[in-house]
């Protein structure tokens, strides 16, 4: 119907009542609420009591000029003040409910736009999201940062196999199976090798070794084209390279390895000097562990000091990887 003003609030609630039994003497007695002589309808014996006279109301405390006589619950009172509100809602809302404010559940104050408190000796204190009996049901939480922006959203699931998987849109970033083990294939980490040959390599300069074929690269992050690995995010690298050389030169000072990174420079020094005869073949490799920062590069390059530019890198045993650690 029709109203001036604001729209009334919509709430859970309750009207209240005190049922007494009189004895013919007691005339004072307790209600469960405070109230006053107009905010009462008083009923004896099924006739309403005229307020102020034939009784009182100070607080809780209701007074009968005369004791009502004796009978089982023949007295009841009405407060016909505000309803009294109630925490509990219905058992079943059919209708799709916003909470404006924050919602504590076991907690008044709640701190948080949903603050859950468990008892201390709740072990089961939490959330439970449960499907129905259908087979293969999924439950799942979807995490949202903005409401209007479908695809930027985290789902977890829990499957009936007894996975737990965690989606970014359509793809799964984590997983867990139900024996705890733990995948993460977006996991930033490749394996690269050689497909071309770089016979002859420079003297007394540093040349960028061509790991030019990817056997995988998780989350994208390796070039080819630059043989270049750019981290995605700040933390520390795992990386590997085994470079075989062919025709190597004992009349070189020295051979080195090295691990180019934006932060620092990781090597591997080898001189074949005392050798009677250059030998067919050569290994250098560096395996380390290094901090990189997000947008950090890293590329292999080799070093040949002095000698003759006669030195093969093979195309199918020299490798390179970097996976992140933590």
């Known amino acids: 119907m029709p109203y001036l003003g604001n729209e009334p609030a919509t709430a859970f609630t309750s009207t209240t009542k005190d049922t007494f ?10 209600l469960s609420k405070a109230g006053n002589n107009n905010a009462l309808r008083v009923v004896v014996e099924n006739v309403v009591q005229d307020p102020g006279v034939a009784y009182t109301c100070s607080g809780t405390t209701l007074s009968f000029t005369s004791a009502p006589p004796t009978g089982t619950n023949n007295i009841y009172v009405v407060h016909l003040g505000p309803p009294a509100a109630t925490v509990a809602p219905p058992t079943t809302i059919n209708n799709t409910t916003n909470f404006t404010a924050s919602l504590g559940i076991n907690n008044a104050a709640p701190s948080n736009d949903l603050h859950i408190l468990g008892k201390d000796t709740d072990t089961s204190t939490g959330i439970t999201i449960q499907t129905d009996d259908t087979a293969n049901a999924v439950a799942s939480l979807t995490l949202m940062s903005r409401a209007s922006d479908n695809t930027n959203k985290t789902r977890i699931l829990k499957n009936s196999g007894g996975s737990i998987i965690f989606e970014d849109g359509s793809d799964t970033f984590l997983s867990i199976d139900s024996d705890g083990i733990i995948n993460k294939p977006k996991q ?6 050689k497909n071309a040959a770089q016979n002859n390599i420079a003297t007394s300069t540093l040349v960028t070794v061509d790991f030019n074929s990817e056997i995988f690269d998780q989350n994208s992050d390796y070039n080819t084209s630059t043989s270049t690995f750019t981290a995605p995010v700040t933390g520390r690298y795992l990386i590997t390279c085994h470079i075989l050389m062919e025709a190597v030169d004992t009349a070189a000072d020295y051979y080195q390895l090295r691990l180019v990174t934006s932060n620092r420079i990781h090597y591997s020094t080898k001189d074949w000097g005392g050798y009677s005869s250059d030998p067919a073949y050569g290994v250098l490799d560096v395996i380390v562990i290094t901090d990189m920062d997000a947008s950090d590069t890293l590329y292999a390059a080799i070093y ?8 093969d890198l093979n195309t199918t045993t020299c490798t390179f990887s970097a996976c992140l650690l933590a």
């Open 188 to 193: 930033p980490a490749f394996l690269a090798q």
């Open 304 to 311: 040949q000091a002095g000698g003759s530019a006669q030195t």
């Open 21 to 30: 039994s009189g004895d013919a003497s007691t005339t004072d007695f307790t």
